[in-house]
T-cell receptor, first 113, second 113 residues
Framework: GESVGLHLPTLSVQEGDNSIINCAYSNSASDYFIWYKQESGKGPQFIIDIRSNMDKRQGQRVTVLLNKTVKHLSLQIAATQPGDSAVYFCAEIAYNQGGKLIFGQGTELSVKP | NAGVTQTPKFQVLKTGQSMTLQCAQDMNHNSMYWYRQDPGMGLRLIYYSASEGTTDKGEVPNGYNVSRLNKREFSLRLESAAPSQTSVYFC????????????FGQGTRLTVV
């Protein structure tokens, strides 16, 4: 069936550097793509979303890029901080499939001081 | 606001035992969800409820039942627990099904021996 998945399971960056987390998706019918952050021992927390008819969306220190041609989604975190250390999940919603929030596998981001 | 509250936080069951995981939200959200998260894995949708009085299967519904007791509460029942159901269970809610921002509880860590 359709699925959302991630390229890299782990990513280690130096504090202050920019981080890029990638995600591949296969459901071309998805209406929204979303990034969630999960800190150890906690539930996931919404970061940012992007509608399928957009290419880029910026938030506070984060930018999401969507390339529909190659079905690729990325999350860029500027000036990565130790508090950014977490597992990041991409997720998708397709309205013609019930609007359910479906998650990909996750990338663990580790920020070195 | 408490947000999404799950009980219990930890539980150990013997194979074949039954139990109900409780979830309540105080945000007046219409939609509620149950996910399971296995080690190193993403979140997989078990069941969801688009609104009070409705429930639908997610990606991995087998072995589970749910009840949307009222707008606030959504419970998950394991009738006959199996070791394969050892996992961390997360309840979430969103304003409506298709809403990109879901709010998650702290999780229930369930071990079936």
């Amino acid at each position: 069936g359709e699925s959302v998945g991630l390229h890299l399971p782990t990513l280690s960056v130096q504090e202050g550097d920019n981080s890029i987390i990638n995600c591949a998706y296969s459901n071309s019918a998805s209406d929204y793509f979303i990034w969630y952050k999960q800190e150890s021992g906690k539930g996931p927390q919404f970061i940012i979303d992007i509608r399928s008819n957009m290419d880029k969306r910026q938030g506070q220190r984060v930018t999401v890029l969507l390339n529909k041609t190659v079905k690729h989604l990325s999350l860029q975190i500027a000036a990565t901080q130790p508090g950014d250390s977490a597992v990041y999940f991409c997720a998708e919603i397709a309205y013609n499939q019930g609007g359910k929030l479906i998650f990909g596998q996750g990338t663990e981001l580790s920020v070195k001081p | 606001n408490a947000g999404v509250t799950q009980t219990p936080k930890f539980q150990v069951l013997k194979t074949g035992q039954s139990m109900t995981l409780q979830c309540a939200q105080d945000m007046n959200h219409n939609s509620m969800y149950w996910y399971r998260q296995d080690p190193g894995m993403g979140l997989r949708l078990i069941y969801y409820s688009a609104s009070e009085g409705t429930t639908d299967k997610g990606e991995v519904p087998n072995g589970y039942n749910v009840s949307r007791l009222n707008k606030r509460e959504f419970s998950l029942r394991l009738e006959s627990a199996a070791p394969s159901q050892t996992s961390v269970y997360f309840c979430a809610s969103s304003e409506w099904t298709g809403g990109t921002e879901a709010f998650f509880g702290q999780g229930t860590r369930l071990t079936v021996v």
